[in-house]
């Protein structure tokens, strides 16, 4: 089923439910309890869905590359390919880095060549997750690439500019400084 199936099938289901007409049972023995239950258990069984749709996806992308990435528990993509020699980043210290963000289809929405470098501190907020679990697992000087699946990234939204709703991103990354 793909995201437009399923998204179709979830507005559907809520105009039914919200159409259907509880009022025939006397005052207090609706079970909107069990209503509930069974929405959230929709959501849920589609969210799961999406979210495996896009790990393929991401999974599939990787092999067409011939990247050799390595998933977090999290669904963080990474890989190192170019070693820096600098220290290990961590919470706290203020990160700068040269950047590159693509979606899938290799269209570039944001680089540090238009915008200039990114820096954040680290554990602070202000980036996407995936970007902050990221640098975490480098070092000053390295050169990385991130695969974010929506959830670390944009999410359901988008950004409202370049990055449309449910983006799968690519963060290319080279540490500049830690401080």
Excluded at 1 to 18: K, T
Excluded at 55 to 80: C, H, N, R
Excluded at 142 to 163: N, Q, S, V
């Amino acid at each position: 089923m793909n995201r437009i199936q399923l998204f179709s099938y979830l507005i559907i289901l809520s105009f039914i439910s919200c159409g259907r007409s509880y009022n025939t049972q006397p005052y207090g023995t609706h079970d909107f309890d069990d209503i509930a239950r069974q929405k959230t258990e929709i959501l849920l069984r589609v969210n799961r869905e999406m979210v495996e749709e896009e790990a393929q996806a991401i999974e599939e992308y990787v092999e067409i590359q011939g990247w050799d990435m390595k998933k977090t528990e999290s669904g963080l993509w990474y890989m190192i390919y170019s070693a820096g020699n600098g220290e290990k980043l961590t919470a706290g210290k203020i990160v700068t880095l040269e950047y590159n963000v693509s979606l899938l289809n290799g269209v570039v929405c944001y680089s540090s060549a238009e915008y200039g470098a990114l820096s954040f501190k680290i554990g602070y907020g202000g980036v996407e997750s995936g970007l902050e679990e990221g640098v975490l697992l480098l070092r000053v000087g390295d050169k990385a690439r991130f695969i974010m699946p929506p959830h670390l990234a944009h999410g359901l939204i988008g950004d409202g500019d370049c990055i449309h709703m449910r983006a799968i991103i690519v963060y290319e990354v080279e540490i500049i400084s830690n401080q």
